[in-house]
């Protein structure tokens, strides 16, 4: 059984990630803002995945019971990875363009980069 007030929770999380991309013209405020979505999609993906009645497989005393299955795991553990380096190549990008922009906001960087 899912607690409905925690499926809430992530889902505001998931919002505050999407409003703060939309609404928020800093360019690592941005970058927070998809880290934040990201941790929210996250964090619903393993609260779905969640159920009760399943077993761990490795440490665990039933035998023939239902285990909890391994992929989903190796999935969340490579969407962390990827995501953290979305993040940190962003970063950089963010980095370069601080070299030539006196402001990290998007809309003052678009004025100085337009002929």
Known sequence: MQIPWLEACVFATVLCGFFGIILKKNL??????????????????????????????????????????PVPQAIILTAIVIGFSIQSLMLVGVMKLARDNPTLESNEIEKNNTP
């Not at 990201?38 to 995945?49: E, F, N, Q």
């Not at 440490?59 to 023939?64: I, L, P, R, T």
């Open 28 to 69: 690592v405020m941005k970058i927070v803002s998809m880290d934040v979505m990201s941790t929210g999609v996250i964090a619903y993906y393993v609260l779905i995945a969640s159920r009760e009645g399943l077993f761990t497989p490795i440490v665990s005393k039933v035998k023939n019971g239902a285990y909890a299955d």
